[in-house]
């Protein structure tokens, strides 16, 4: 019943489920069938005195679901007269939860949870009756029994509005239905549409109405028949729920208001002014899931008009009379004067609004309109004028969680191990987070509403719990891999601290204290929670006992031991009952007990519980406790170390003494881990005689967990601090920092992306805003100098930090220094901030003082100190102040609270002061200001926050008031910022943050965000605009994903151009300095791009007028003559005055460069530069570029395919497929593999995946970014960072991803070049890298490693190859071209930097050369190579070679430098050491600059290697000993010079791969390719064991042969290949040798197959003959030509018995043809029978003119259903087709989004994976169309393959060779 498109247009559910013969319905107790004379038709009637045991069940048992999808259930019943009667309806969410929503009028109030709605139902009474007269005057006079004369009711209630608005979900279907005692039913329907009862479809037609989109009148076998001239509405009652009428009590269902039909068509929506309710308490304790519910008030309507008229508001009395507003700002602010009111909230981590609706009043004078941004509405009655679509804040949501910096909260006593070790699950007061060790990356579960005091995960880390503290505690069960709740558990404790699990996962324990405050210890059963069970209560115990810790045994699900104070016991379950038994703890009966721990391991010889129980205390003590004997074995004390005298640290176990309290102990295996107060982690043998290993930790260690595989030690401080402690290496990684009390205020650096912290816990700290790590910490030693507010400087790394006592410090970070303090507050300081510019710093303090300080000066001098002019007070801290963007104006609340005031910020002269106390004139209470902010300075809006719960825009010149926002939050804004293009603003409001449009011109104007589990103290976007930052109880960063502003392209060029004097007539601006630079024309390009850690989908436009450039000069020697610097077009100079900004509005960028490239006086080697060599225009105009003649310039590999950009790619960790391995190496790359022997870091690509493998273990993780083919890879110097380049599509540019080693995350990405990247190279110092364009686009780009930025591109004429830093010099660095070595130099400026460039062009006596490749030595000489075979030396002090020598017959392509050595590498594939000991001997000196030609026998060739191919990529340790070269064959080898070796690392196919298939045993795996190999890799270490090559032939096919039933053959293991020259060659795997040769064929061997029993080796040609040959002896058997003609594209054979088709035999197998065409055979190999079965073909339409790129027809018999074959390829529809071989007949079809390249069937569960020529791997489940995409290949998917037990997948991609490890859908 899951489609929905049988159930439109209704669903007469009686009639579906044909419950008068209860077979689909169940009933019980007294429930019978009677003819009613009203209905005039056959009823049931549900009778008796208790409504659980009387009822009708639809349907018949609980696992059944109707799968009703509809929105609006309507119910036609009649409740029985003067009795209850109950409706239970069970609904099913999106997100996975079973709601049961319930209505009767039995129920008094309104009561919620999270997974049961009660409504109270009111009955209605007949008109004229005297309990209508009482309806009236007493409206909760009805709630009770129905009336005597009760009336048939139709009731129609919104099931999706009741789960959005009450419980934040989404609807999905009814599960089923329960009609429950007294009541009297005729039917049940759902549907879409909103049926009016009042109007058969007779009616309807007699009458010709058009009703609006989305109603219809009732179906006739539904309606309540109506006798002539009577009323439906008179006869029978309509109640619709959300009610329209008046509602009391609140949340009720109950008849609406009474009003004739045509009334309510032709009335048009109106909109009530709402108010907040009080609803019931469950409800108001789960304030952020449930929301209150606002409801009509009723309002006269001559006082609503008088509202509405009001045209304008009080002009605001301005203190500054200079400030007059223009007619333009005038008009603009009578144009916004309207009032907006939000009247509720919708709260979700994402909220998602229903429809609202939209009133416009209309008067004489103006029109004002009424936006009511409110919670999800009912649908409206029909209307005359059809509903207007909403204009909703998109997208939706518009913040995303990403990160969160916090531990704890509640407790810091629990976190937990997952999968094995690689996460770890902890609270973080409210949320759960689960953390991936190796990458960093948090995923969260959130769904508490209160702070989360305990934790637990099963052993197969599938399920999780966790529970709640507070009155209203709950555990909620968690499905740990999909992050969802699986359900809620009400628990009888009024506070849980400890939960646990038993090892299974079926049994979990908690315990906690009641209402009396007494140990309550609570049983429940888990076993079906996962497969949608409700979870039971096993047993219940209430104890008097202290515990502190309690555990389920290992072993037995059925038994615990828990400990407190003075007590360890041991529980057991049985028979419904919780027992336990005491340890007679004899003379320590008094010790506090911390925690236990079980023995681990299991022996054969001893029972599962025979076993020792390790139990903690507070005073040192570890008792050794025998589990069955339930006595004291052994007790050690801890005592702290003792000094001896030499002065060696020992841990001692005396019995006297103070002891070590500890408290919390792990086991694992041999040896025992505990944490205690002395803040030290100790690892012990379980004897406890000496310490293995410690860790020292900042404060008392209150948690420890040893992993699962006894690796890693988990330890918790009571300080907030999180880490792990790795036994093998023995170092200690911290997880997590946090502050241990609310976090007051923030400032982000976005620079260096670090934020600044300052919190009660007495502590500032600084984190990184990426890796969330805490980078500095200042303590504040007393409690009256508290932090309470900090400021970051906009560009330095500087802080200023408020205290409680009124001073304030300026800090540097780099040094950790105190820059200044002062102390010009006596109160708190409330208000901290930098001017935008950098050039003031501001504080006011609690007691009405306002500091000016001047930041330009390291000493920060105070300039002036204001006294009263602020607001008194502390609750407008820690952002008490702001400052306008364009640092000219500063604001704050004061001198009172009911006044905000502008002050001049340079001078705090006062500009403007503004009485908000006066704005609401209806108001009886005066308001007050609370916080402010300024909008962007293009807007000229201040922003004001209440206590009325209102924001006001008020013009900052004049005064005035704009705008009006009521109800922004249930509570008090507590603190507001707008985004730097003015297009959102950010609200904070007790625990939600709110992302509104900021021009209030949508239906919809919010959304709405929890998380927070405390009161939010700050709230603002990160500078980069790309994130929002929100603290409180801990920080949450949150990833903003607003689209970016669309902006008109700029005529203007983003580039300077260097051009020739302008004409006198031109009329150039005389003000602007002139510059002397060169005549000939250069290209400079400048980028201003975001600091951003996220990339964005789209590039971001600049959103205001390009900056003035400040030109200055530059003297050059050797021209006399002066050229003018512009902007714009090279013959278009009149427009540069015009399109100039002022500067008084726009200011020059701080961090755009302007580039000068400066061609410097040419020595006798080098040439003059010629005006045609550095091009001006950037579109490339003129002659198309050609590709330089040289191997070094890479060129991406020819693809067909394109990259399916709308492909369903799965969320992060619910992928169904994980990539395990990647096999190969991509040879076509440049200088695409980095080691660093020091760190062992080796990184390698292979298509556009970036590959790091462990050399020692041979693991391998994958960085995932690119989706085009990776050219180029680079690391920094200290091995932190490695960049990669891969070239952009058609449409794109090139990406440049940055990566951080340690934990794999992607740091940043950048964007710039057009076509690929050639080149990339760090600086010395890594502060800066370079890379470079290809021939098409030659152009040099310098970015910062900062902040990411493009600091200046260069561009010239000719192709660049390679760029690099000199390592002496971090300002100095070369690039190669044709024929010339470029030499730079870089000048910094500010954040920007600038390039000088000088090309010197190659000796005359190398003649026409490709200069290729370079390195630098470390005496500032460089080595150049050339595509001759040339090695040229440089001097870089004067610019000139002074040396070359041939150093090889080929292309050198490769240069690396390690001191006195030399590497060169060509595409003769020779590998050649070099000792160039005298070349620094061999420099001219300054006074001689004559060089001698006869010295190449200076240079020495040391050592020599010819390897497979050509090389493309080097890297060698600093002593030239040994390396890691890469080469065009797909190889990776390392090289030793001293024992003069070479083995291979890593090894891949050079040319496409054809074949990918598992051997049977799984041991193995093999591949073929073009080249003609037949390669057999190992699993699973994925080593080549043997390459099989045939010279001149391509390898079309492969497969592995099968064991023989009977025989046994010599050669063990083989592998079959079939050759494109017609031939099948067999070898042995075992002797790697050549077994047999075939000739069965005069054409390629497409298909090749060895039959199930190994018999017969069947081969198809791509001349259609299909053979069958004995792969023993080489006989052909058979010869098959059904398919004669058409290439064979597929052959399988499959194993199982078929007699019920009619044919003997005991294999099957299929061949199938490129024509669509595939025969099924029934064989019997030992009989020599071969018959054929079944013979398909498969329609399709005319194949296009292009019939060469049909799609591939490819079949497979289905491993998990019996006689069914799947099909796919060209057809009229892109699909699967299941055919079924015994019904002859199509089973289903799976519709598909491409045409499948390839395709392959699981053996578990009805997977398949299909790959296509959109680079998309697609994998299915028939069954139910659910499918995952996965985009991480370079080209078309043309190959996959499962092995035999369906656990792991190969797929292939060009030569790249992917293995998956499946997961599941």
Same mark, same amino acid.
């Given at each position: 019943?899951?489609?929905?498109?049988?159930?439109?247009?209704?669903?007469?559910?009686?009639?579906?489920?044909?419950?008068?013969?209860?077979?689909?319905?169940?009933?019980?107790?007294?429930?019978?069938?009677?003819?009613?004379?009203?209905?005039?038709?056959?009823?049931?009637?549900?009778?008796?005195?208790?409504?659980?045991?009387?009822?009708?069940?639809?349907?018949?048992?609980?696992?059944?679901?109707?799968?009703?999808?509809?929105?609006?259930?309507?119910?036609?019943?009649?409740?029985?007269?003067?009795?209850?009667?109950?409706?239970?309806?069970?609904?099913?969410?999106?997100?996975?939860?079973?709601?049961?929503?319930?209505?009767?009028?039995?129920?008094?109030?309104?009561?919620?949870?999270?997974?049961?709605?009660?409504?109270?139902?009111?009955?209605?009474?007949?008109?004229?009756?005297?309990?209508?007269?009482?309806?009236?005057?007493?409206?909760?006079?009805?709630?009770?029994?129905?009336?005597?004369?009760?009336?048939?009711?139709?009731?129609?209630?919104?099931?999706?509005?009741?789960?959005?608005?009450?419980?934040?979900?989404?609807?999905?279907?009814?599960?089923?239905?329960?009609?429950?005692?007294?009541?009297?039913?005729?039917?049940?329907?759902?549907?879409?549409?909103?049926?009016?009862?009042?109007?058969?479809?007779?009616?309807?037609?007699?009458?010709?109405?058009?009703?609006? /989109?989305?109603?219809?009148?009732?179906?006739?076998?539904?309606?309540?028949?109506?006798?002539?001239?009577?009323?439906?509405?008179?006869?029978?009652?309509?109640?619709?729920?959300?009610?329209?009428?008046?509602?009391?009590?609140?949340?009720?269902?109950?008849?609406?208001?009474?009003?004739?039909?045509?009334?309510?068509?032709?009335?048009?929506?109106?909109?009530?002014?709402?108010?907040?309710?009080?609803?019931?308490?469950?409800?108001?304790?789960?304030?952020?899931?449930?929301?209150?519910?606002?409801?009509?008030?009723?309002?006269?309507?001559?006082?609503?008009?008088?509202?509405?008229?009001?045209?304008?508001?009080?002009?605001?009395?301005?203190?500054?009379?200079?400030?007059?507003?223009?007619?333009?700002?005038?008009?603009?602010?009578?144009?916004?004067?309207?009032?907006?009111?939000?009247?509720?909230?919708?709260?979700?981590?994402?909220?998602?609004?229903?429809?609202?609706?939209?009133?416009?009043?209309?008067?004489?004078?103006?029109?004002?309109?009424? @936006?009511?941004?409110?919670?999800?509405?009912?649908?409206?009655?029909?209307?005359?004028?059809?509903?207007?679509?909403?204009?909703?804040?998109?997208?939706?949501?518009?913040?995303?969680?990403?990160?969160?910096?916090?531990?704890?909260?509640?407790?810091?006593?629990?976190?937990?191990?997952?999968?094995?070790?690689?996460?770890?699950?902890?609270?973080?007061?409210?949320?759960?987070?689960?953390?991936?060790?190796?990458?960093?990356?948090?995923?969260?579960?959130?769904?508490?509403?209160?702070?989360?005091?305990?934790?637990?995960?099963?052993?197969?880390?599938?399920?999780?719990?966790?529970?709640?503290?507070?009155?209203?505690?709950?555990?909620?069960?968690?499905?740990?891999?999909?992050?969802?709740?699986?359900?809620?558990?009400?628990?009888?404790?009024?506070?849980?601290?400890?939960?646990?699990?038993?090892?299974?996962?079926?049994?979990?324990?908690?315990?906690?204290?009641?209402?009396?405050?007494?140990?309550?210890?609570?049983?429940?059963?888990?076993?079906?929670?996962?497969?949608?069970?409700?979870?039971?209560?096993?047993?219940?115990?209430?104890?008097?006992?202290?515990?502190?810790?309690?555990?389920?045994?290992?072993?037995?699900?059925?038994?615990?031991?828990?400990?407190?104070?003075?007590?360890?016991?041991?529980?057991?379950?049985?028979?419904?009952?919780?027992?336990?038994?005491?340890?007679?703890?004899?003379?320590?009966?008094?010790?506090?007990?911390?925690?236990?721990?079980?023995?681990?391991?299991?022996?054969?010889?001893?029972?599962?519980?025979?076993?020792?129980?390790?139990?903690?205390?507070?005073?040192?003590?570890?008792?050794?406790?025998?589990?069955?004997?339930?006595?004291?074995?052994?007790?050690?004390?801890?005592?702290?170390?003792?000094?001896?005298?030499?002065?060696?640290?020992?841990?001692?176990?005396?019995?006297?003494?103070?002891?070590?309290?500890?408290?919390?102990?792990?086991?694992?295996?041999?040896?025992?881990?505990?944490?205690?107060?002395?803040?030290?982690?100790?690892?012990?043998?379980?004897?406890?005689?000496?310490?293995?290993?410690?860790?020292?930790?900042?404060?008392?260690?209150?948690?420890?967990?040893?992993?699962?595989?006894?690796?890693?030690?988990?330890?918790?401080?009571?300080?907030?601090?999180?880490?792990?402690?790795?036994?093998?290496?023995?170092?200690?990684?911290?997880?997590?920092?946090?502050?241990?009390?609310?976090?007051?205020?923030?400032?982000?650096?976005?620079?260096?992306?670090?934020?600044?912290?300052?919190?009660?816990?007495?502590?500032?700290?600084?984190?990184?805003?990426?890796?969330?790590?805490?980078?500095?910490?200042?303590?504040?030693?007393?409690?009256?100098?508290?932090?309470?507010?900090?400021?970051?400087?906009?560009?330095?790394?500087?802080?200023?930090?408020?205290?409680?006592?009124?001073?304030?410090?300026?800090?540097?970070?780099?040094?950790?220094?105190?820059?200044?303090q002062h102390r010009q507050h006596r109160g708190a300081v409330v208000g901290l901030v930098f001017s935008p510019d950098g050039e003031h710093l501001y504080s006011a303090g609690s007691l009405g003082y306002l500091a000016l300080y001047n930041a330009s000066l390291p000493e920060y001098h105070v300039l002036r100190v204001l006294g009263n002019v602020v607001a008194r007070g502390t609750?407008?801290?820690?952002?008490?102040?702001?400052?306008?963007?364009?640092?000219?104006?500063?604001?704050?609340?004061?001198?009172?609270?009911?006044?905000?005031?502008?002050?001049?910020?340079?001078?705090?002269?006062?500009?403007?002061?503004?009485?908000?106390?006066?704005?609401?004139?209806?108001?009886?209470?005066?308001?007050?200001?609370?916080?402010?902010?300024?909008?962007?300075?293009?807007?000229?809006?201040?922003?004001?926050?209440?206590?009325?719960?209102?924001?006001?825009?008020?013009?900052?010149?004049?005064?005035?008031?704009?705008?009006?926002?009521?109800?922004?939050?249930?509570?008090?804004?507590?603190?507001?910022?707008?985004?730097?293009?003015?297009?959102?603003? #950010?609200?904070?409001?007790?625990?939600?943050?709110?992302?509104?449009?900021?021009?209030?011109?949508?239906?919809?104007?919010?959304?709405?965000?929890?998380?927070?589990?405390?009161?939010?103290?700050?709230?603002?976007?990160?500078?980069?605009?790309?994130?929002?930052?929100?603290?409180?109880?801990?920080?949450?960063?949150?990833?903003?994903?607003?689209?970016?502003?669309?902006?008109?392209?700029?005529?203007?060029?983003?580039?300077?151009?260097?051009?020739?004097?302008?004409?006198?007539?031109?009329?150039?601006?005389?003000?602007?300095?002139?510059?002397?630079?060169?005549?000939?024309?250069?290209?400079?390009?400048?980028?201003?791009?975001?600091?951003?850690?996220?990339?964005?989908?789209?590039?971001?436009?600049?959103?205001?007028?390009?900056?003035?450039?400040?030109?200055?000069?530059?003297?050059?020697?050797?021209?006399?003559?002066?050229?003018?610097?512009?902007?714009?077009?090279?013959?278009?100079?009149?427009?540069?005055?015009? #399109?100039?900004?002022?500067?008084?509005?726009?200011?020059?960028?701080?961090?755009?460069?302007?580039?000068?490239?400066?061609?410097?006086?040419?020595?006798?080697?080098? @040439?003059?530069?010629?005006?045609?060599?550095?091009?001006?225009?950037?579109?490339?105009?003129?002659?198309?570029?050609?590709?330089?003649?040289?191997?070094?310039?890479?060129?991406?590999?020819?693809?067909?395919?394109?990259?399916?950009?709308?492909?369903?790619?799965?969320?992060?960790?619910?992928?169904?497929?994980?990539?395990?391995?990647?096999?190969?190496?991509?040879?076509?790359?440049?200088?695409?593999?980095?080691?660093?022997?020091?760190?062992?870091?080796?990184?390698?690509?292979?298509?556009?995946?970036?590959?790091?493998?462990?050399?020692?273990?041979?693991?391998?993780?994958?960085?995932?970014?690119?989706?085009?083919?990776?050219?180029?890879?680079?690391?920094?110097?200290?091995?932190?960072?490695?960049?990669?380049?891969?070239?952009?599509?058609?449409?794109?540019?090139?990406?440049?991803?940055?990566?951080?080693?340690?934990?794999?995350?992607?740091?940043?990405?950048?964007?710039?070049?057009?076509?690929?990247?050639?080149?990339?190279?760090?600086?010395?110092?890594?502060?800066?890298?370079?890379?470079?364009?290809?021939?098409?686009?030659?152009?040099?780009?310098?970015?910062?490693?900062?902040?990411?930025?493009?600091?200046?591109?260069?561009?010239?004429?000719?192709?660049?190859?390679?760029?690099?830093?000199?390592?002496?010099?971090?300002?100095?660095?070369?690039?190669?071209?044709?024929?010339? @070595?470029?030499?730079?130099?870089?000048?910094?400026?500010?954040?920007?930097?600038?390039?000088?460039?000088?090309?010197?062009?190659?000796?005359?006596?190398?003649?026409?050369?490709?200069?290729?490749?370079?390195?630098?030595?470390?005496?500032?000489?460089?080595?150049?190579?050339?595509?001759?075979?040339?090695?040229?030396?440089?001097?870089?002090?004067?610019?000139?070679?002074?040396?070359?020598? /041939?150093?090889?017959?080929?292309?050198?392509?490769?240069?690396?430098?390690?001191?006195?050595?030399?590497?060169?590498?060509?595409?003769?594939?020779?590998?050649?050491?070099?000792?160039?000991?005298?070349?620094?001997?061999?420099?001219?000196?300054?006074?001689?600059?004559?060089?001698?030609?006869?010295?190449?026998?200076?240079?020495?060739?040391?050592?020599?290697?010819?390897?497979?191919?050509?090389?493309?990529?080097?890297?060698?340790?600093?002593?030239?000993?040994?390396?890691? @070269?890469?080469?065009?064959?797909?190889?990776?080898?390392?090289?030793?010079?001293?024992?003069?070796?070479?083995?291979?690392?890593?090894?891949?196919?050079?040319?496409?791969?054809?074949?990918?298939?598992?051997?049977?045993?799984?041991?193995?795996?093999?591949?073929?390719?073009?080249?003609?190999?037949?390669?057999?890799?190992?699993?699973?270490?994925?080593?080549?064991?043997?390459?099989?090559?045939?010279?001149?032939?391509?390898?079309?096919?492969?497969?592995?042969?099968?064991?023989?039933?009977?025989?046994?053959?010599?050669?063990?293991?083989?592998?079959?290949?079939?050759?494109?020259?017609?031939?099948?060659?067999?070898?042995?795997?075992?002797?790697?040798?050549?077994?047999?040769?075939?000739?069965?064929?005069?054409?390629?061997?497409?298909?090749?197959?060895?039959?199930?029993?190994?018999?017969?080796?069947?081969?198809?040609?791509?001349?259609?003959?299909?053979?069958?040959?004995?792969?023993?002896?080489?006989?052909?058997?058979?010869?098959?030509?059904?398919?004669?003609?058409?290439?064979?594209?597929?052959?399988?054979?499959?194993?199982?018995?078929?007699?019920?088709?009619?044919?003997?035999?005991?294999?099957?197998?299929?061949?199938?043809?490129?024509?669509?065409?595939?025969?099924?055979?029934?064989?019997?190999?030992?009989?020599?029978?071969?018959?054929?079965?079944?013979?398909?073909?498969?329609?399709?339409?005319?194949?296009?003119?292009?019939?060469?790129?049909?799609?591939?027809?490819?079949?497979?018999?289905?491993?998990?259903?019996?006689?069914?074959?799947?099909?796919?390829?060209?057809?009229?529809?892109?699909?699967?087709?299941?055919?079924?071989?015994?019904?002859?007949?199509?089973?289903?079809?799976?519709?598909?989004?491409?045409?499948?390249?390839?395709?392959?069937?699981?053996?578990?569960?009805?997977?398949?994976?299909?790959?296509?020529?959109?680079?998309?791997?697609?994998?299915?489940?028939?069954?139910?169309?659910?499918?995952?995409?996965?985009?991480?290949?370079?080209?078309?998917?043309?190959?996959?393959?499962?092995?035999?037990?369906?656990?792991?997948?190969?797929?292939?991609?060009?030569?790249?060779?992917? #293995?998956?490890?499946?997961?599941?859908?």
């Amino acid at each position: 019943m899951s489609s929905r498109a049988w159930q439109h247009p209704y669903v007469n559910l009686f009639k579906h489920l044909k419950v008068d013969e209860w077979r689909k319905a169940s009933k019980e107790g007294d429930v019978t069938t009677y003819m009613d004379k009203t209905l005039k038709c056959s009823v049931f009637r549900i009778r008796g005195s208790i409504p659980a045991s009387n009822f009708i069940l639809l349907p018949r048992t609980s696992s059944q679901s109707l799968g009703l999808t509809g929105r609006y259930l309507y119910l036609l019943f009649r409740p029985s007269p003067n009795k209850h009667f109950v409706v239970h309806l069970d609904v099913a969410a999106e997100e996975g939860q079973v709601i049961r929503v319930s209505f009767s009028n039995l129920f008094k109030e309104f009561k919620s949870t999270a997974t049961w709605l009660q409504f109270p139902f009111l009955c209605g009474a007949a008109p004229g009756s005297v309990y209508e007269s009482t309806a009236k005057t007493a409206k909760h006079g009805l709630v009770g029994p129905a009336p005597v004369c009760v009336r048939w009711t139709c009731l129609m209630m919104d099931l999706r509005y009741v789960l959005s608005v009450y419980l934040n979900k989404t609807h999905s279907h009814l599960k089923s239905i329960k009609l429950c005692a007294n009541m009297t039913v005729k039917n049940i329907m759902t549907s879409d549409l909103l049926l009016d009862p009042g109007l058969s479809f007779s009616e309807f037609r007699q009458a010709g109405k058009v009703l609006p /989109e989305g109603t219809a009148p009732m179906p006739r076998e539904m309606c309540f028949p109506v006798p002539k001239g009577s009323s439906w509405h008179q006869l029978y009652d309509y109640i619709r729920f959300p009610s329209d009428g008046v509602k009391m009590p609140f949340d009720s269902i109950q008849k609406g208001l009474s009003k004739p039909k045509e009334a309510m068509v032709d009335e048009s929506p109106h909109r009530e002014e709402s108010r907040s309710v009080n609803i019931s308490k469950p409800v108001q304790d789960r304030v952020s899931l449930i929301q209150q519910i606002t409801t009509p008030k009723p309002v006269s309507r001559a006082k609503q008009q008088s509202r509405l008229l009001t045209t304008s508001l009080p002009e605001l009395t301005s203190s500054h009379s200079g400030d007059r507003e223009s007619p333009s700002q005038r008009s603009q602010a009578i144009e916004e004067d309207r009032v907006v009111c939000d009247d509720g909230e919708g709260v979700h981590v994402c909220a998602h609004y229903e429809d609202d609706d939209v009133s416009t009043h209309s008067t004489n004078s103006e029109e004002v309109a009424v @936006v009511n941004a409110a919670v999800p509405r009912p649908l409206s009655l029909p209307s005359a004028k059809p509903a207007k679509q909403q204009q909703k804040l998109h997208p939706d949501p518009i913040l995303k969680l990403s990160r969160i910096i916090g531990f704890g909260g509640a407790t810091m006593r629990c976190a937990v191990w997952a999968n094995d070790g690689e996460e770890v699950v902890y609270p973080c007061h409210a949320i759960v987070v689960s953390v991936k060790i190796s990458s960093g990356q948090q995923r969260f579960f959130i769904g508490h509403t209160d702070k989360v005091s305990a934790l637990t995960l099963n052993a197969r880390s599938t399920l999780l719990a966790s529970a709640q503290t507070g009155t209203h505690c709950l555990v909620r069960l968690w499905s740990y891999s999909k992050g969802q709740c699986l359900t809620m558990i009400k628990t009888p404790a009024h506070s849980l601290n400890t939960l646990s699990f038993s090892y299974s996962g079926g049994v979990l324990c908690g315990v906690g204290k009641d209402s009396h405050n007494k140990t309550v210890v609570v049983v429940w059963n888990t076993q079906r929670v996962t497969k949608g069970g409700v979870v039971t209560v096993m047993a219940k115990a209430h104890t008097d006992v202290d515990i502190q810790t309690m555990k389920i045994a290992f072993f037995d699900d059925t038994r615990m031991v828990s400990c407190g104070v003075g007590n360890v016991r041991l529980w057991r379950v049985r028979g419904g009952s919780l027992r336990s038994c005491p340890v007679n703890l004899g003379q320590y009966h008094s010790l506090e007990f911390t925690d236990l721990a079980f023995e681990q391991g299991h022996t054969p010889d001893r029972q599962p519980d025979d076993r020792t129980l390790f139990a903690s205390s507070k005073s040192g003590h570890i008792l050794d406790i025998d589990y069955v004997s339930v006595a004291i074995k052994n007790v050690r004390r801890l005592l702290p170390a003792q000094q001896s005298h030499s002065q060696r640290r020992e841990k001692q176990t005396f019995s006297t003494g103070p002891g070590i309290a500890v408290n919390s102990v792990s086991v694992f295996g041999s040896f025992c881990a505990t944490g205690s107060e002395d803040g030290f982690l100790r690892l012990w043998p379980l004897d406890f005689s000496s310490v293995l290993l410690e860790a020292e930790h900042e404060g008392p260690v209150c948690f420890v967990s040893v992993s699962s595989d006894g690796l890693s030690v988990l330890a918790a401080t009571s300080t907030g601090n999180l880490g792990y402690l790795d036994v093998g290496s023995r170092s200690y990684r911290t997880l997590m920092r946090s502050h241990t009390a609310t976090v007051l205020g923030f400032s982000v650096d976005g620079i260096r992306r670090q934020i600044t912290t300052a919190s009660r816990d007495c502590t500032v700290r600084v984190w990184a805003m990426d890796s969330t790590q805490q980078l500095y910490d200042f303590v504040s030693d007393e409690d009256d100098d508290a932090p309470c507010s900090v400021a970051f400087h906009p560009s330095l790394p500087v802080f200023a930090c408020g205290s409680s006592s009124g001073t304030v410090r300026v800090f540097d970070i780099p040094t950790s220094s105190l820059l200044a303090q002062h102390r010009q507050h006596r109160g708190a300081v409330v208000g901290l901030v930098f001017s935008p510019d950098g050039e003031h710093l501001y504080s006011a303090g609690s007691l009405g003082y306002l500091a000016l300080y001047n930041a330009s000066l390291p000493e920060y001098h105070v300039l002036r100190v204001l006294g009263n002019v602020v607001a008194r007070g502390t609750d407008r801290g820690p952002d008490a102040l702001a400052v306008s963007s364009d640092s000219c104006c500063l604001a704050f609340v004061g001198p009172t609270e009911y006044t905000v005031t502008i002050m001049g910020a340079h001078s705090l002269d006062e500009l403007l002061r503004v009485d908000v106390s006066v704005l609401d004139v209806e108001s009886t209470t005066l308001d007050s200001a609370l916080k402010v902010c300024f909008s962007p300075s293009s807007l000229s809006h201040l922003l004001i926050t209440t206590s009325a719960n209102k924001i006001l825009w008020i013009n900052r010149n004049t005064g005035r008031l704009l705008r009006e926002v009521s109800e922004v939050h249930k509570h008090q804004c507590a603190s507001l910022a707008v985004s730097e293009d003015g297009r959102y603003l #950010l609200t904070a409001g007790h625990n939600a943050v709110k992302v509104w449009d900021y021009h209030m011109k949508l239906d919809v104007n919010s959304q709405v965000f929890i998380g927070h589990s405390e009161p939010i103290t700050q709230v603002s976007f990160t500078p980069d605009q790309m994130g929002v930052v929100s603290v409180g109880d801990a920080i949450f960063f949150w990833d903003f994903l607003a689209h970016p502003q669309e902006v008109p392209a700029c005529s203007l060029s983003s580039s300077a151009l260097v051009s020739s004097p302008p004409r006198a007539d031109k009329g150039m601006d005389d003000s602007l300095p002139k510059a002397a630079v060169p005549t000939e024309q250069a290209k400079v390009e400048f980028n201003r791009m975001s600091s951003s850690g996220v990339p964005r989908k789209a590039a971001p436009r600049p959103s205001s007028s390009l900056p003035i450039l400040d030109v200055s000069s530059i003297d050059k020697t050797g021209h006399g003559d002066s050229s003018h610097l512009s902007l714009g077009d090279d013959d278009d100079d009149d427009d540069v005055e015009e #399109l100039q900004p002022a500067p008084a509005h726009s200011p020059a960028s701080r961090h755009t460069s302007f580039l000068r490239v400066t061609e410097r006086a040419a020595a006798e080697d080098s @040439v003059d530069i010629l005006a045609s060599q550095i091009r001006v225009e950037e579109n490339g105009e003129g002659s198309k570029p050609v590709r330089p003649d040289c191997y070094k310039h890479f060129t991406p590999r020819y693809k067909m395919s394109v990259l399916d950009t709308s492909a369903a790619t799965p969320p992060p960790g619910q992928e169904g497929l994980s990539l395990k391995a990647v096999v190969g190496y991509n040879g076509n790359g440049r200088n695409n593999m980095v080691w660093n022997p020091d760190t062992g870091l080796f990184v390698y690509s292979c298509g556009c995946v970036v590959v790091v493998e462990n050399l020692h273990s041979g693991s391998q993780r994958h960085w995932l970014g690119h989706s085009e083919e990776i050219s180029t890879l680079a690391v920094t110097h200290d091995a932190q960072i490695v960049a990669s380049a891969s070239g952009g599509g058609a449409s794109s540019k090139s990406l440049i991803c940055l990566w951080n080693i340690q934990d794999g995350s992607r740091r940043n990405s950048v964007s710039y070049h057009k076509g690929s990247v050639q080149s990339l190279a760090f600086s010395r110092d890594d502060l800066y890298f370079l890379s470079v364009g290809d021939f098409e686009e030659s152009v040099v780009a310098l970015w910062s490693t900062r902040s990411f930025e493009l600091l200046c591109a260069v561009s010239v004429s000719v192709p660049l190859h390679e760029a690099a830093f000199c390592p002496s010099s971090a300002d100095q660095l070369a690039f190669t071209s044709s024929n010339a @070595v470029f030499f730079c130099y870089t000048h910094t400026r500010g954040r920007g930097a600038e390039l000088q460039v000088q090309k010197v062009a190659v000796p005359e006596r190398i003649g026409e050369a490709e200069v290729t490749c370079l390195c630098y030595n470390t005496n500032s000489v460089l080595f150049t190579g050339t595509n001759s075979g040339l090695v040229c030396v440089w001097d870089c002090n004067t610019h000139r070679c002074f040396m070359t020598w /041939e150093a090889d017959e080929g292309e050198i392509g490769v240069l690396l430098c390690r001191g006195n050595k030399l590497v060169t590498g060509s595409n003769s594939k020779k590998l050649r050491l070099w000792s160039v000991a005298a070349v620094q001997n061999l420099r001219p000196s300054a006074s001689n600059m004559t060089v001698q030609q006869d010295r190449d026998a200076q240079v020495f060739l040391e050592q020599e290697m010819l390897l497979d191919g050509t090389v493309v990529s080097v890297a060698f340790d600093d002593v030239m000993d040994m390396g890691i @070269v890469g080469t065009t064959a797909g190889t990776l080898w390392y090289i030793n010079w001293a024992d003069n070796t070479s083995i291979r690392l890593i090894s891949g196919h050079k040319s496409k791969v054809n074949g990918v298939v598992c051997s049977p045993d799984e041991r193995h795996f093999a591949t073929c390719g073009q080249d003609g190999s037949v390669r057999v890799w190992a699993l699973p270490s994925n080593e080549l064991l043997v390459q099989f090559q045939v010279l001149n032939q391509s390898c079309e096919c492969v497969c592995w042969s099968r064991p023989v039933d009977g025989r046994e053959p010599g050669t063990g293991v083989c592998v079959a290949g079939g050759y494109s020259d017609g031939s099948v060659r067999i070898f042995s795997v075992e002797s790697a040798e050549m077994e047999l040769k075939l000739q069965p064929h005069h054409s390629s061997v497409c298909a090749l197959q060895y039959s199930q029993h190994g018999q017969v080796l069947l081969s198809g040609g791509r001349d259609g003959v299909i053979t069958a040959s004995s792969p023993f002896t080489g006989i052909t058997l058979r010869i098959i030509n059904d398919h004669k003609g058409v290439p064979i594209t597929t052959i399988q054979c499959t194993s199982k018995q078929y007699k019920e088709f009619g044919l003997e035999g005991n294999e099957l197998w299929l061949a199938v043809s490129a024509d669509r065409r595939v025969s099924i055979w029934a064989v019997d190999w030992t009989k020599d029978k071969c018959e054929l079965l079944d013979w398909l073909t498969f329609p399709a339409p005319s194949p296009p003119k292009d019939a060469a790129n049909l799609p591939p027809s490819l079949a497979a018999f289905s491993p998990t259903e019996r006689g069914v074959v799947v099909y796919t390829g060209y057809a009229a529809e892109k699909e699967l087709t299941f055919y079924c071989l015994k019904k002859k007949q199509v089973l289903r079809t799976v519709s598909l989004t491409d045409w499948a390249l390839s395709l392959s069937l699981c053996s578990k569960g009805r997977l398949l994976a299909i790959g296509s020529n959109q680079r998309v791997l697609k994998l299915i489940d028939s069954s139910s169309g659910r499918f995952q995409d996965f985009t991480w290949h370079s080209d078309g998917v043309h190959l996959c393959s499962f092995n035999p037990s369906g656990t792991q997948l190969f797929t292939t991609a060009h030569s790249e060779v992917f #293995l998956w490890t499946l997961r599941g859908l």
